[in-house]
T-cell receptor, first 113, second 115 residues
Framework: AQSVTQLDSHVSVSEGTPVLLRCNYS??????LFWYVQHPNKGLQLLLK??????LVKGINGFEAEFKKSETSFHLTKPSAHMSDAAEYFC???????????FGKGTSLLVTP | NAGVTQTPKFQVLKTGQSMTLQCAQD?????MSWYRQDPGMGLRLIHY???????DQGEVPNGYNVSRSTTEDFPLRLLSAAPSQTSVYFC??????????????FGNGTRLTVT
């Protein structure tokens, strides 16, 4: 069985400071992991994905995530937050054998001036 | 290229009414799915389809029906609306039928209120 836990429901950072959104997963098989972003009143958009290639994955808008199997983590980071980064972020796990994706409950990122 | 189109954007129903949420994609994607999003719950899978004529249940299928008569369309039917179905509904599609293999493309959602 697969599941994902986003450790913070809300994160607040100042513009220009680093962003860290934490995600832990559990999976019986080699997982694929994704981060999606949702801006207000919009659908979700893929930020990045890990599918067993490089453990450090670069995504759009300067975001990146590192897959750490020993820690079962897939944290999302960005060196310098921008006001436009304010949104809801979802960590998603998928086992490499099925159709279903498991979504975390989301982390709301607030960026203050 | 419109991507995934959902209609309507907003809907208010009374308890017991039925309705259909429409979803269409123009990317020739095999995989389509419906999710509901509730505060603090993330997204939960209602139903999905891996091709025309094939549908299956997700995590929370009760009270919903789907069909997939064409590759492009995947409507979600509420048979008898209940207040517990008040939610934001998202349709999503993917090129690959394997969830791990390609990202989901989401519509902009339908906000449904059942009174």
């Amino acid at each position: 069985a697969q599941s994902v836990t986003q450790l913070d429901s809300h994160v607040s950072v100042s513009e220009g400071t680093p962003v860290l959104l934490r995600c832990n997963y559990s999976s019986s098989y080699s997982p694929s992991l994704f981060w999606y972003v949702q801006h207000p009143n919009k659908g979700l958009q893929l930020l990045l994905k890990y599918t067993s290639a490089a453990t450090l994955v670069k995504g759009i808008n300067g975001f990146e995530a590192e897959f750490k199997k020993s820690e079962t983590s897939f944290h999302l980071t960005k060196p310098s937050a921008h006001m436009s980064d304010a949104a809801e972020y979802f960590c998603v796990v998928s086992e490499n054998s099925g159709y279903a994706l498991n979504f975390g409950k989301g982390t709301s990122l607030l960026v203050t001036p | 290229n419109a991507g995934v189109t959902q209609t309507p954007k907003f809907q208010v129903l009374k308890t017991g009414q039925s309705m259909t949420l429409q979803c269409a994609q123009d990317m020739n994607h095999e995989y389509m799915s419906w999710y509901r999003q509730d505060p603090g719950m993330g997204l939960r899978l209602i139903h999905y389809s891996v091709g025309a004529g094939i549908t299956d249940q997700g995590e929370v299928p009760n009270g919903y029906n789907v069909s997939r008569s064409t590759t492009e369309d995947f409507p979600l039917r509420l048979l008898s609306a209940a207040p517990s179905q008040t939610s934001v509904y998202f349709c999503a599609s993917s090129y690959s039928i394997q969830g791990y293999n390609s990202p989901l493309h989401f519509g902009n959602g339908t906000r449904l209120t059942v009174t």
